[in-house]
C-alpha cells in the first residue's frame, strides 16, 4: 500500500481511475475521478448512480459538493 504524506495525495493518485463516492444523504455514486479541489469537490465522469450495488441511472459527467461525502473509495 503505497504511503501518503497527505490527505490529498491519495486523491491525486486516484486522478483518471474509477472511484466509488458515499454521500450523507445514503446515496452512492461511481464514475472517473477528473479532477478535485482542496475542499474536496469533485468531478467524476462517467458517473452511475448505484443503489444496493447495482447501476440505478447512468448520469455522465457530475460535480459532487466535498461537505457531502462520506467516503471515497479507489475501485
Known amino acids: 500500500m503505497p504511503d501518503y504524506p497527505r490527505p490529498l495525495d491519495a486523491l491525486n493518485e486516484a486522478k483518471n481511475k474509477r472511484v466509488l463516492v458515499l454521500l ?37 459527467t457530475l460535480f459532487i459538493r466535498g461537505d457531502t461525502i462520506t467516503t471515497i473509495s479507489p475501485q
Open 24 to 60: 450523507k444523504n445514503g446515496k452512492e455514486y461511481t464514475g472517473k475521478l477528473k479532477s478535485f479541489d482542496i475542499h474536496v469537490n469533485l468531478v467524476l465522469e462517467e458517473a452511475e448512480e448505484l443503489e444496493n450495488g447495482e447501476v440505478k441511472k447512468k448520469i455522465g
